[in-house]
């Protein structure tokens, strides 16, 4: 009598995957598969590969999808049903989004109402890690945006018109306890909120005078013992009519490494330099 010894049969696209390979746990797969994918700003790029590779058989399907850390960002760059389904199945990890509606990518993708999908995320804030927003329209924060963010760490928001935006924001309510990058374009942010006291980094660009002005960046610096990096470009001018005296006590930054100005006033140079 003569045997036989089965295979596993090959994938229906005809892939072939080596029987070595589906033996393996499904964490050790999830794990492969998270270091073959482009990082997660790319998020057309990485749920293309992502829905992609769930092809390749029922393990590698089966491990992608009970596998959260994989579905993690969501973006214009691809429709709206696509990233309901990746923050569902995201479950509770963190969470990072990017509306910015700059690639080609994303102008396909946004036939979508860009509304609808900021609404759709926001319901997600106490979940955002890193986000990137361009703000539709003025109404964006105080609609969506007044929820604490206990996860956030990394933060651009940006106004896309050039019109004076000079309404200020309080973000999250002032609470984002572990937020360490803030990047500002053109919004005029809350300056006193609590989370200004634990960045790292700050970057501020194409601010004009009625959104902050010098005094407040000297306060921002002076709440903000931990910064290492600060950037300045394009933005306000000196608005203080009084001669400028240096009054101690000096603002100590002891981690401060990188200082960055580009189309700044030289007088708003020189106060904010002679301050630290």
């Given amino acids: 009598m003569s045997t036989t010894k089965s295979t596993p049969s090959p994938p229906s696209n005809g892939w072939r995957i080596p029987p070595s ?18 990082e997660a700003w790319q998020t057309g790029k990485r749920l293309k590969a992502l829905y992609a590779t769930r092809t390749v058989s029922n393990t590698w399907r089966d491990a992608i999808d009970s596998t959260p850390s994989l579905w993690c960002a969501v973006g214009d760059g691809v429709p709206f049903h696509v990233n309901s389904t990746s923050i569902q199945r995201s479950g509770s ?7 910015a509606r700059r690639s080609p990518e994303s102008r396909l993708a946004m036939k979508q109402d860009p509304i609808e999908l900021i609404e759709l995320v926001a319901r997600e804030i ?22 604490p963010a206990p996860r956030l760490r990394n933060l651009t928001v ?16 002032g609470i984002a306890p572990r937020l360490e990058t803030l990047k500002v374009e053109r919004v005029p942010i809350d300056w006193n909120s609590s989370f200004i006291h634990g960045l790292r980094e700050l970057e501020l660009s ?28 394009n933005s306000f001018v000196e608005d203080d009519p009084q001669p400028f005296q240096i009054r ?9 490494n990188t200082i960055h100005f580009e189309y700044l006033e030289l007088k708003a140079v020189e106060i904010i330099l002679s301050s630290i």
């Fill in 21 to 38: 390979i589906c033996r393996l746990p499904l964490e050790l797969i999830s794990y492969i598969i998270a270091l073959s994918l482009p």
């Fill in 93 to 99: 990890y963190p969470l990072d989004v990017y509306i």
């Fill in 126 to 147: 106490r979940r955002w890690s890193t986000v990137t927003l361009r703000l539709p329209s003025p109404e964006v924060c105080s609609s969506y945006l007044t929820s």
């Fill in 248 to 256: 101690p006590p000096i603002i100590q930054l002891p981690n401060m």
């Fill in 158 to 173: 940006i106004w896309k018109h050039w019109d004076g935006y000079t309404t200020t924001v309080n973000l999250f309510g």
């Fill in 206 to 233: 194409d601010m004009i005078d009625e959104q902050i002005s010098t005094q407040q960046v000297l306060d921002i610096l002076a709440s903000a013992p931990l910064l290492n990096r600060l950037g300045i470009c």
